[in-house]
């Protein structure tokens, strides 16, 4: 059988294991309540704990995600903007993602906030976050830096967006959901971007193959594509109609 197939395959099983049909971020208030709302995903919905720190250190959470990854967390008192933290894995490999909200409202996490956090503060999103009782350091994050470190994944992303149909790109505050139906959802089950030590790594999640290397300060610059190791297109069609033949199966 094609490797390709093999691993999509898998992936769909885990989508439907883990999703359902869910939709993205929540109300910034409800019944005189605010929140910060979203889905941790990393093309899967995280399954584990989000916790917020306000701008001042107060802590919120952890709250547990569900199985969709829809979290919620009761931001009412708390000063903007918020630093929020993804957990999950096991005692042996303990996983993290980090985001950011410059006010209550939907944030989301996933690889591309967690990028968007440290190329908005230059700093690693963790250290950005803090220890526990320590306050975040918040200095850099504002609406201005955020949406400018957006703009500058956009641009380099741009082909793959282009190339896997997503005319939306907010991966924060847009709509989200971790589900073969959201494009940029299942983009980050077809391709990876990790950090180290402030370098990017892009690759090819079916076959490893890298589609882009370096510092995060060259993004905007000398960074570029390699569009010929990214997945092709029919990976998002075989998600979506393995996805739907197993929803059949467990129906029956």
Wanted: aromatic share 4%; with cysteine; glycine share 10%.
């Amino acid at each position: 059988m094609n490797f390709r197939i093999i691993w999509v395959s898998i992936t769909a099983i885990l989508l439907f294991a883990l999703t359902g049909c869910s939709g993205g971020g929540g109300a910034a208030s409800s019944g005189g309540i605010s929140t910060v709302s979203g889905v941790a995903a990393t093309g899967a919905p995280i399954m584990g704990t989000v916790t917020l720190k306000d701008k001042f250190g107060v802590q919120r959470g952890p709250v547990s995600t569900d199985n969709n990854g829809n979290f919620s967390v009761d931001v009412s008192g708390l000063s903007a903007p918020f630093i929020l933290k993804a957990e999950w894995g096991s005692a042996s490999e303990s996983l993290t993602l980090y985001s950011v909200a410059t006010t209550s409202g939907t944030a989301n996490i996933n690889p591309i906030t967690h990028l968007a956090l440290q190329i908005a503060t230059n700093h690693d999103p963790a250290n950005v976050f803090g220890g526990q009782d320590v306050m975040p350091d918040t200095s850099q994050v504002n609406t201005t830096t955020v949406t400018a470190a957006q703009e500058k994944i956009r641009v380099l992303l741009s082909p793959l967006l282009t190339k896997y149909g997503i005319a939306s790109f907010d991966p924060i505050s847009g709509a989200f959901s971790a589900t073969p139906e959201n494009r940029l959802d299942t983009m980050l089950d077809l391709v990876s971007l990790s950090l180290n030590n402030g370098t990017l790594t892009i690759a090819n999640r079916l076959d490893g193959s890298i589609i882009a290397s370096g510092n995060i300060s060259t993004i905007g610059a000398s960074m570029m594509l390699e569009m010929a190791n990214t997945p092709d297109n029919a990976a998002l069609t075989d998600i979506k109609d393995i996805t739907r033949m197993l929803g059949t199966l467990n129906t029956v």
